[in-house]
T-cell receptor
């Protein structure tokens, strides 16, 4: 089993829809969880990060972490064509002398006007 | 000007050549990272540096080396390029006060090795 699993899509939704993006992971030691957005020919852009289970909201975006199920989600409300991008989940841990950050492969999202 | 600048943006070269990719940042961050991105494999960490005197290998450091010339500059070298190093390379920075994750990425260097 890979450490981080993310459905690559593509996912196509109409404008205004609620989008749900998901990742599962196998390493229970992961301490922090992120979502990045990547537009074509651009570097990833950090959208959300959290250290705990539960929900974190920022505008139209909500990140959800369930450590007991090893599952994270990103919800986008009232999706816009400008949300069309590839979304990457990432999970990390830092310890004495160690650092690990593992990315999912990304889900390509298209929001159709 | 971009906060994280990578040069060159595109490079085509031949097997066996030495290549250097450069990264400079104006964020004032101590932490810098090099990643490569391949279709179907996602982003993978090559090297990271938590300050000028600290260099650490990531998960795929074989065939690569780095130099942290200053807080603002972190370069990645391929001593003898091979075709399976063809990929999109990203530099990133982070401020540990804002978390342990890379926060600012450059726009990448697309490297093709023939």
């Amino acid at each position: 089993q890979k450490e981080v699993e993310q459905d690559p899509g593509p996912l196509s939704v109409p404008e205004g829809a609620i989008v749900s993006l998901n990742c599962t992971y196998s390493n229970s030691a992961f301490q922090y969880f992120m979502w990045y957005r990547q537009y074509s020919r651009k570097g990833p852009e950090l959208l959300m990060y959290t250290y705990s289970s539960g929900n974190k909201e920022d505008g139209r975006f909500t990140a959800q972490v369930d450590k007991s199920s090893k599952y994270i989600s990103l919800f986008i409300r009232d999706s816009q064509p400008s949300d069309s991008a590839t979304y990457l989940c990432a999970m990390g841990l830092t310890g004495a002398g160690s650092y690990q950050l593992t990315f999912g492969k990304g889900t390509k999202l298209s929001v159709i006007p | 000007d971009a906060d994280v600048t990578q040069t060159p943006r595109n490079r085509i070269t031949k097997t066996g050549k030495r290549i250097m990719l450069e990264c400079s940042q104006t964020k004032g961050h101590d932490r810098m990272y090099w990643y490569r991105q391949d279709p179907g494999l996602g982003l993978r960490l090559i090297y990271y540096s938590f300050d000028v005197k600290d260099i650490n290998k990531g998960e795929i450091s074989d065939g690569y080396s780095v130099s942290r010339q200053a807080q603002a500059k972190f370069s990645l070298s391929l001593e003898s390029a091979i075709p399976n190093q063809t990929a999109l390379y990203f530099c990133a920075t982070s401020d540990p006060r804002a978390g342990n994750q890379p926060q600012h990425f450059g726009d990448g260097t697309r490297l093709s090795i023939l």
